[in-house]
């Protein structure tokens, strides 16, 4: 209670966090070596901390001091698996304190601050940076997120210790790359005119697979006229939580025939499931031998594709000739006396 008091007199901000600490020169690198361990060619929403010789700041976001910190951000239409921050660990009155074993809550919220889409408790990996703010040294956070959270382009994060083995607060470190607010929910005035620093890794979602099972689709002998059925099953083998969108090439399907497939596409099937398309013919070739190939593509990639063979033989149409005898043979009873006797 005492430490939660103390923090409330000095939770404006902590513009002044270290006005207590010996004044000394930073020992710093140059800022963009915090960027720890992220490949300069992975897409992302960044939002790098103050250096140590810019007007740099740093909020307390911390459950047991009473208060979380929320940053916007927007355009990102990918889910968001690994994320970054920075900050310090502290212990009051302001001495560095070992972050291991740190727990933070991390929320994504929706973009009026109402409603919770993503909530995750993690104990992430902490990297020293070799930066130093007045004696105290800069944190990289880092952690995948599991599962990813998606279907929020624009919106919220907060990032809060709530649990720590050495007592540290955590203070989230100042950015001055966004649009230049945040919000303080518990200081005395929340309102904020500076960013938090945090990286949003996208993630390209997993990539399904196209696969066919052809039943029947050799239909053997039949007239022309006639119609033959089959059938054929199309499979997501693709990555663990991919779905299969599919459509099948009804222009480009045998002559030989009027092709109909119920259903012709389809979307969302899952990895490792398959959907059943019913396939009829109507033949309308004269007779002869007759094969084919139907194709049917993944809808997100025209590379991926499957064919399916296809064949029939078409045979002549039988004349029948009961009618023309029974006729002949009510006209000549003798004749077929006759043909009785020879057979």
């Not at 250096?51 to 047991?64: K, L, M, Q, V």
């Not at 002869?288 to 399916?308: L, M, R, W």
Request: charged share 15%.
């Amino acid at each position: 209670m005492k430490q939660r008091i103390i923090c409330k007199a000095l939770a404006v901000a902590v513009i002044l966090l270290f006005l207590g600490l010996a004044i000394q020169p930073a020992i710093a690198n140059d800022i963009s070596t915090i960027f720890l361990n992220i490949e300069n060619n992975l897409g992302g929403f960044e939002q790098s901390p103050y250096g140590p010789n810019e007007s740099w700041i740093f909020y307390i976001s911390d459950a047991d001091a009473g208060l979380r910190v929320w940053d916007q951000y927007w355009d990102v239409f990918d889910p968001i698996c690994p994320i970054d921050w920075w900050g310090l660990s502290l212990v009051h009155p302001w001495t560095n304190c070992n972050p291991e074993g740190m727990v933070f809550e991390i929320i994504f919220w929706d973009a009026l601050l109402g409603n919770p889409i993503c909530t995750y408790q993690i104990t992430p990996y902490v990297i020293p940076t070799g930066i130093f703010y007045n004696g105290a040294e800069l944190y990289q956070w880092e952690i995948e997120l599991d599962p990813c959270c998606d279907l929020i382009p624009y919106g919220w994060i907060s990032i809060q210790s709530i649990e720590s083995p050495n007592n540290c607060w955590f203070h989230w470190a100042g950015s001055g790359d966004g649009d230049l607010y945040c919000y303080h929910e518990g200081a005395s005035n929340p309102d904020r005119d500076s960013d938090c620093s945090f990286h949003f890794i996208f993630c390209d979602p997993p990539y399904p697979r196209i696969h066919r099972d052809p039943i029947g689709m050799d239909f053997s002998k039949a007239r022309a006229g006639t119609t033959v059925t089959a059938q054929i099953y199309i499979c997501n083998v693709g990555e663990p939580g991919s779905y299969l969108n599919w459509y099948v090439d009804t222009a480009a399907v045998p002559t030989w025939g009027t092709w109909t497939f119920t259903p012709s596409s389809g979307t969302g099937v899952a990895e490792g499931d398959c959907i059943l398309i019913d396939v009829t013919c109507v033949l309308t070739d004269t007779w002869g031998d007759y094969t084919g190939t139907i194709t049917v593509y993944n809808a997100d990639d025209s590379t991926d594709f499957c064919e399916i063979d296809t064949s029939i033989e078409l045979t002549r149409a039988k004349v029948l000739y009961n009618q023309w005898f029974r006729a002949l043979f009510e006209h000549f009873p003798m004749m077929q006396r006759l043909l009785n006797l020879l057979l």
